[in-house]
């Protein structure tokens, strides 16, 4: 970007045109904006991802698809928008160069506990189409392992007591449908864009279970009459530091009290099925589909497995982040062997998607100096990230009988991340819902037994040779000699065929 002016440009409509050139502002007339989505969940992906591409349909001409913002549990993002007028920066912070473009096509935000009749009547709305979701995986309630909604929570039991005054996003949602659905109206779609598998799935067992907890009737509606597309979102995007802040104002010139930081890379793909209409996002790169689930496949399995591959085995050997993971030479090449060799040839291949051009574009991505991720951060949660993203690969190159000593050494990794201690004594950031898993981790030491057999982990494949005891041989070898070497010899014994 150009050298920033010495005084930076407080941002607001007032100010449009004062902006320096080189930062893009919205080309359209916002007061000719119409509320077509309702949000929930304004934090900073859904303002780097899903708000940009409307804000792309909107410079486009095409303006009946504002949005209403709807927060319920901060009040801080609603101040800071207001104060701007509802216009954000969005700075895609490339390994070089930054874009920054203003972002106007949120039209109000509400705050649910200070306004709950304010965003039900926004709900209500008959020009209100789609209601889309960013709540993070846990907050739908579901069990892992029974699939069943988890009714137990106080706001929810107090939800069902008293519709009208909704603490949840279950209870706005089927107050504003069973509302709909008393007055004759159309209901409408609810979008999960959430990072999880089957989210549209998720979303409907949440708000129909919700619903069958008040009245079974209107239960039966929801599940009949409203669509619960599933949908696959990517796009880096750290929470937003007060340095980030301090440096976006530095190098744009403008100063917003709350910017988004992000990687120029995004992607979103849509099961299309909806019940009310749609926004035509496919006119800005979005990809509509039959099925979403080949798309999921891909990602969890490439992004996601190598996310956590490279988070243990890297952090074990001094590496913080994922940039300096991809600037060593060993490492980036067991990341590039582990997706080519052991991963991809397992995948689907659904429209639209080059496998090849996908890995090179993932590692691309995670070489970005300037968008470089905690491992730490990567290896939180391992308990429920290694089966879903690293199990799935194992338990089909066992049934192919396909290469998979790259994927047992990356579960190695975890195993002897476990103990809560590196190779020199030091803490290692141990953390998710089963801390438990470390004593036995301590306990077990260099025998892989005791952890292979959580069921609740590894189920049946902890117990099978075919994955136990490679598993066991890395693991005996990340404690003679350390994850690079390790990865070093692994390296040149595996077979490279990328077939």
């Known amino acids: 970007m150009t050298h920033a002016p010495a005084r930076p440009v407080p941002l607001s409509e007032e100010t449009l045109a004062d902006l320096p050139p080189d930062v893009s502002a919205p080309g359209y007339d ?44 901060s009040r801080a993002i609603g101040e800071a928008l207001a104060a701007q007028d509802g216009l954000y920066l969005v700075v895609e912070r490339g390994p070089e160069h930054d874009r920054a473009s203003v972002v106007g096509v949120l039209i109000r935000y509400l705050y649910g506990p200070d306004s709950p009749d304010a965003v039900l009547e926004a709900l209500a709305d008959d020009g209100i189409r789609v209601v889309s979701l960013t709540i993070t995986g846990t907050s739908y309630r579901i069990d892992p392992h029974s699939g069943e909604f988890d009714a137990d929570d ?80 990517d796009r880096i995007t750290p929470t937003t530091s007060p340095e980030d802040r301090a440096a976006v104002v530095e190098s744009t010139g403008v100063d917003d ?82 997706m080519a060799d052991e991963i991809a040839p397992l995948l689907p291949s659904p429209p639209g998607i080059d496998l090849a051009e996908y890995q090179a574009t993932l590692l691309e991505r995670l070489s970005n100096p300037r968008m470089a991720d905690d491992l730490a951060r990567l290896g939180r949660r391992g308990s429920s990230k290694v089966p879903t993203y690293l199990l799935p690969s194992v338990r089909e190159a066992i049934e192919q009988d396909r290469p998979h000593q790259l994927l047992c050494v990356a579960v190695a990794g975890w195993l002897r991340f476990l103990r809560g201690s590196d190779y020199a004594g030091e803490e290692t950031p141990v953390q998710g819902p089963r801390m438990d898993l470390v004593p036995v981790a301590q306990e077990a030491g260099t025998d892989a037994g005791p952890l292979l057999a959580e069921r609740s982990v590894f189920d049946h494949v902890g117990r099978d040779p075919r994955f136990a005891e490679p598993v066991q041989r890395a693991l005996d070898a990340l404690e003679r000699e350390g994850p690079r070497e390790v990865l070093e010899r692994y390296l040149a014994d595996a077979p490279g065929d990328g077939a």
């Open 257 to 338: 009290r709350w910017p988004v930081v992000t990687e120029p890379f995004r992607q979103w793909v849509v099961e299309d099925s909806f019940g009310n209409g749609r926004p035509p996002l496919e006119q800005v790169g979005v990809q509509f589909t039959d099925d979403v689930h080949p798309y999921e496949v891909v990602k969890t399995r490439l992004l996601n497995a190598g996310h956590t591959a490279i988070g243990y085995l890297g952090y074990l050997a001094g590496l913080r982040t994922t940039d300096q993971v991809m600037a060593d030479p060993v490492f980036r090449s067991f990341l590039t062997r582990l």
């Open 30 to 73: 916002r007061t000719q904006l119409r509320p077509g989505i309702v949000h929930f969940g304004v934090g900073g992906f859904h303002r780097a991802h899903q708000a940009v591409y409307l804000d792309e349909l909107a410079r486009r001409g095409v303006t009946d698809w504002g949005v209403v913002g709807v927060g319920l549990h």
């Open 154 to 233: 106080e706001d929810v039991q107090a939800d069902v007591r008293d519709p009208a005054h909704p603490r949840t996003v279950f209870g706005y949602v089927v107050e504003a449908l069973d509302r709909r659905r008393r007055a004759g109206q159309l209901p409408f779609t609810v979008l999960s864009c959430d990072n999880m598998q089957d989210n549209g799935a998720a979303a409907r067992t949440a708000m129909v279970s919700f619903a069958r907890l008040r009245d079974e009737e209107l239960a039966a509606w929801i599940e009949d009459h409203v669509a619960f597309p599933s949908s696959m979102v």
